[in-house]
């Protein structure tokens, strides 16, 4: 089985200033790590996911992800934040490959923009 | 672009009532699920079916049941509803193509039980 844990329920930064949202994962077999948003009264949308291969990660709206097996994280960054950034993050992990459809998601984080 | 809706957005219910929340996908995906969100509990698996007729238990299954009569709509049912049951659900589709477990969410329904 699969866990992942987000230390920070929340994180306020202010405008323009980098951010990083941290996810450790607990599996014993290989996984694909996945980060999904969610703006206020919407669904989860996907930012972006690591299933093999290069270990950074770039997905959607200038965010990245390093996989870093050896220390089981999975940490999202962006360089420079926007008030449109507000919202909640949410990591998610499941076992690689067929057969293991179901992803087990972290408490989220939830990142306030300061103007 | 992958479109899942649910139902309806807002639903507020008494206690006891049958409630029905309906999902549909329109991407021809195998895999359908049921989640719910609470703060400071992030998403926990209620239901999943991996094809028509087909369910596995989630997380957190008690009180609620599930239907899939066809690919493109997976229903939640509330038997009883009750005040605990307060809470946003949402729903998501994937494909098993490519074994890649990437899943689609639609809006979500805050669901209010008083």
């Known amino acids: 089985a699969q866990s992942v844990t987000q230390l920070d329920s929340q994180v306020p930064v202010f405008e323009e200033a980098p951010v990083e949202l941290r996810c450790n994962y607990s599996?014993?077999?290989?996984?694909?790590l996945f980060w999904y948003v969610q703006y206020p009264n919407q669904g989860l949308q996907l930012l972006l996911k690591?299933?093999?291969?290069?270990?950074l990660v770039k997905g959607i709206n200038g965010f990245e992800a390093e996989f870093n097996k050896s220390q089981t994280s999975f940490h999202l960054r962006k360089p420079s934040v926007h008030i449109s950034d507000t919202a909640e993050y949410f990591c998610a992990v499941s076992a690689g490959g067929f057969g293991n459809e179901k992803l087990t998601f972290g408490t989220g984080t939830r990142l306030t923009i300061i103007p | 672009d992958v479109k899942v809706t649910q139902s309806s957005r807002y639903l507020v219910k008494r206690t006891g009532e049958k409630v029905f929340l309906e999902c549909v996908q329109d991407?021809?995906?195998?895999?359908m699920f049921w989640y719910r969100q609470d703060p400071g509990l992030g998403l926990r698996l209620i239901y999943f079916?991996?094809?028509?007729?087909?369910?596995e238990k989630g997380d957190i299954p008690e009180g609620y049941s599930v239907s899939r009569e066809k690919k493109e709509r997976f229903s939640l049912i509330l038997e009883s509803a009750s005040t605990n049951q307060t809470s946003m659900y949402l729903c998501?589709?994937?494909?098993?193509?490519?074994?890649?477990?990437?899943?689609?969410f639609g809006p979500g329904t805050r669901l209010t039980v008083t």
């Open positions: 690591y299933l093999s291969g290069s270990t």
């Open positions: 599996s014993s077999v290989s996984v694909y």
């Open positions: 079916s991996y094809d028509v007729k087909m369910k």
């Open positions: 998501a589709s994937s494909s098993i193509a490519g074994g890649r477990n990437e899943q689609y």
């Open positions: 991407m021809d995906h195998e895999n």
